[in-house]
T-cell receptor, first 117, second 109 residues
Framework: GAVVSQHPSWVICKSGTSVKIECRSLDFQATTMFWYRQFPKQSLMLMAT?????????EQGVEKDKFLINHASLTLSTLTVTSAHPEDSSFYICSAPSTGLAFAEQYFGPGTRLTVT | RKEVEQDPGPFNVPEGATVAFNCTYSNSASQSFFWYRQDCRKEPKLLMS???SGNEDGRFTAQLNRASQYISLLIRDSKLSDSATYLC??????????FGGGTRLMVKP
């Protein structure tokens, strides 16, 4: 089946630095990808919709200047957490729909665990 | 009110038990519905889609009641390996998923 990869799988960084997380669709193209964040003991919260060739759409309360999203190709979206702070420590997961049709099945990446010290 | 609500549990059941999870959603225009399973520190994995006619996959049965905006998941003959968090997920528009808070299941020997 379709596979979505994320890199890195975990990262520890110092407060104030920036971290880039990559999300790749390995055997299919995705014009849209989604970025989620999950804090401990909580469910996934959609952060933004990444659109190939255009600007990302951010959910309410998510700072677009802090969480930079670039969807450079049909198989790659990146999320950059700028000037990271300890409260940004979380599990970041991306997903991509299997087709361009509405309500398609989605494939999730394995997630990236970010710890900001 | 949350858009997708679940009982957080945990549900502690013995092996072989039957356990049922419920979920309600607030958006009557929601189009598709899913149950996902998430193991600790892992990404969610699709367990099954949910249809109004009800669907079964082995020990798992899912049901959707659109009138009541209610979704259920029944697990029969629970196994130790069923221990996980079960996420009720609704697709409202396009391919944007809204997740419930999850219900934690612990199956004990």
């Amino acid at each position: 089946g379709a596979v979505v990869s994320q890199h890195p799988s975990w990262v520890i960084c110092k407060s104030g630095t920036s971290v880039k997380i990559e999300c790749r669709s390995l055997d299919f193209q995705a014009t849209t990808m989604f970025w989620y964040r999950q804090f401990p003991k909580q469910s996934l919260m959609l952060m933004a919709t990444s659109n190939e060739g255009s600007k990302a759409t951010y959910e309410q309360g998510v700072e677009k200047d802090k969480f930079l999203i670039n969807h450079a190709s049909l198989t790659l979206s990146t999320l950059t957490v700028t000037s990271a702070h300890p409260e940004d420590s979380s599990f970041y997961i991306c997903s991509a729909p299997s087709t361009g049709l509405a309500f398609a099945e989605q494939y999730f990446g394995p997630g990236t665990r970010l710890t900001v010290t | 009110r949350k858009e997708v609500e679940q009982d957080p549990g945990p549900f502690n059941v013995p092996e072989g038990a039957t356990v049922a999870f419920n979920c309600t959603y607030s958006n009557s225009a929601s189009q598709s519905f899913f149950w996902y399973r998430q193991d600790c520190r892992k990404e969610p994995k699709l367990l099954m889609s949910v249809y109004s006619s009800g669907n079964e996959d082995g020990r798992f049965t899912a049901q959707l009641n659109r009138a009541s905006q209610y979704i259920s998941l029944l697990i029969r003959d629970s196994k130790l390996s069923d221990s996980a968090t079960y996420l009720c997920v609704v697709n409202n528009a396009g391919n944007m998923l809204t997740f419930g808070g999850g219900t934690r299941l612990m199956v004990k020997p």
